[in-house]
């Protein structure tokens, strides 16, 4: 082999060996490069996960919101942001439509992605706490009226300002009503007169219906007392009597409404703390509140510089059911339980009514003034609820494009 053809092998061996080379190095950095790509993409791909993920938890945590009525961040109810350790961050902000109706926008926000939600929701409200009153003024014990009070079972619109209806008795009581002074009681649809016309007062009430409203073919069998007398597996469906407390007159337990109060943050042991809260409110009764005050005497009793809206419940009531409100004023929307009534200043207007819960023998004085006392079943039925929570629905879920 002469010299010329060994250098020519040795060229192609080099020619082969730099191919090769160039070949694998090629073909690793295509594999390095495919398997770069293939996991950025898994990682897109999970933080698109996290991300709508994100967006569906901050949507939920603003539906708690509402459900509970609870703001949890102070920011608004159904405003939620949070920024989690976990490099996430969530938001969402509930915008009222009208109604009962809400647009909630939740965005959640990770390294690689962004997604957004909206969502139609419909919030729908608790059953509210319902009462049925015989009268504007309804009592177990007996009721005279004094000084100019006007007392009228007519209805009313529920800030009392518009005649609606025909509605109920003035006053009603299982006992004697005596209107003195020059007081006036309407009801029945005749407006407040002196001496009262009839139908306005309805004294020596029997609570019975003598109507069979449960249909087991016996009329008025149940005493009004929170316990199921006929065995029947339903309580006071059918009653013969006087509700014993504010609570049996609602259907609930006993203690019921002192335990909502105390939950709420609306339970008062003494006219002081009343009154703190009262001033903290800017001198009214905030409205849609259940209100449990638990203090022998609340004297001046006032119910807000002005009308309260919703409406609300207030309850003095004591466990031997001989609390006294006495010289009451101010303006209330909704319903007042009370032990005893003595004396409603000039000022005082209510638009719902009044039940007192003190034992028969002892009389209520309502009166002094030109206080007005107005029946009003729409004050009557939007009175709170006994449930802390409403449900809400949702409509619809919607992707949300981004940027
Ligand atoms: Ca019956
Ligand atoms: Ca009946
Ligand atoms: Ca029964
Ligand atoms: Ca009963």
Redesign the pocket.
């Known amino acids: 082999m002469s010299p010329r053809s060994r250098c020519s092998e040795r060229g192609v061996a080099l020619v082969t060996a730099i191919f090769t080379i160039t070949v694998l190095v090629g073909v690793s950095a295509l594999y390095l490069s495919l398997s770069w790509d293939g996991r950025e993409s898994e990682r897109r791909a999970e933080a698109a996960v996290r991300a709508r993920l994100g967006a569906d938890e901050a949507i939920a945590l603003a539906v708690a919101e509402l459900k509970s009525g609870v703001d949890s961040g102070g920011d608004g109810l159904g405003t939620i942001t949070f920024s989690g350790d976990d490099d996430r961050e969530l938001s969402a902000a509930a915008t009222a439509l009208g109604g009962n109706l809400f647009r909630i926008h939740g965005e959640g926000v990770v390294p690689r992605a962004r997604s957004a939600a909206d969502v139609l929701a419909e919030v729908i409200p608790s059953d509210p706490l319902t009462a049925t009153l015989r009268a504007a003024i309804t009592a177990e014990g007996p009721v005279s009226t004094l000084g100019n009070i006007s007392v009228d079972g007519r209805d009313w619109s529920a800030n009392g300002t518009t005649l609606v209806g025909p509605g109920t008795f003035g006053i009603s009581s299982r006992g004697a009503i005596s209107n003195g002074g020059s007081s006036t009681v309407g009801g029945n649809g005749r407006p407040p007169a002196r001496p009262a016309p009839i139908g306005a007062n309805e004294p020596l009430a029997t609570w019975r219906d003598l109507t069979d409203n449960?249909g087991d073919f016996t009329i008025d069998?149940?005493a009004f007392d929170g316990i199921?007398?006929?065995?029947?597996?339903?309580?006071?469906?059918?009653t013969n009597d006087y509700p014993d407390t504010p609570d049996i007159m609602f259907k609930l337990p006993n203690g019921t409404l002192k335990d909502i109060a105390i939950a709420r943050g609306t339970y008062f042991s003494t006219q002081t703390a009343y009154e703190s809260y009262r001033a903290a409110n800017g001198g009214i009764l905030p409205g849609g509140q259940i209100y449990f005050l638990d203090f022998s005497l609340w004297q001046p009793a006032n119910l807000g510089a002005d009308m309260n809206a919703p409406s609300s419940i207030v309850v003095h009531h004591n466990s031997t059911a001989n609390a006294l409100m006495k010289n009451v004023h101010g303006n209330f929307r909704g319903i007042i339980l009370a032990d005893f009534v003595q004396h409603i200043n000039g000022d005082f207007f209510v638009a719902g009514g009044f039940m007192s819960f003190g034992d028969k023998s002892i009389g209520n004085a309502y009166g002094n003034g030109n206080a007005i006392v107005r029946f009003s079943s729409s004050a009557l039925s939007g009175l709170p609820s006994s449930s802390a929570t409403q449900s809400v629905r949702i409509l619809s879920w919607q992707r949300a494009a981004m940027e």
């Open positions: 449960d069998e149940e199921d007398n006929d065995g029947d597996g339903r309580i006071d469906e059918d």
